[in-house]
Nanobody
Framework: HVQLVESGGALVQAGGSLRLSCAAS????????MGWFRQAPGKEREGVAY???????TYADSVKGRFTNSKDNAKNTFDLQMNSLKLEDTAMYYC????????????WGQGTQVTVS
């Protein structure tokens, strides 16, 4: 019954912005660490942005200063604000969750496509 559902992916021009959202259900959202990952064709999945239970965020070097993630425990949502998009940001973006900081991410959404042209 654990579900993560991403939304917000679209086709955008380079330099534009998108806001991705992850709606969570079936678990105690406030007790989990959340992360955004992406995978482009022919490339390995990479971590993009993370947020801990305390709200502290970390980012991949490639997106620092451009992407911002946030978590709303009251609404059970996890968002990724993407600004100044580049062609290399094109990928399928996935929302993920884990109970403990030392654990592997074990809950995953279905993905939402971001294409930058």
């Amino acid at each position: 019954h654990v579900q993560l559902v991403e939304s917000g992916g679209a086709l955008v021009q380079a330099g534009g912005s998108l806001r991705l959202s992850c709606a969570a259900s079936g678990f105690e959202f406030s007790d989990y660490c959340m992360g955004w990952f992406r995978q482009a064709p022919g490339k390995e999945r990479e971590g993009v942005a993370y947020i801990g239970r305390d709200g502290v965020t970390t980012y991949a070097d490639s997106v620092k200063g451009r992407f911002t993630n946030s978590k709303d425990n009251a609404k059970n949502t996890f968002d990724l604000q993407m600004n100044s998009l580049k062609l290399e940001d094109t990928a399928m973006y996935y929302c993920a969750a884990k109970r403990w900081s030392w654990a592997q991410y074990n809950y995953w959404g279905q993905g939402t496509q971001v294409t930058v042209s």
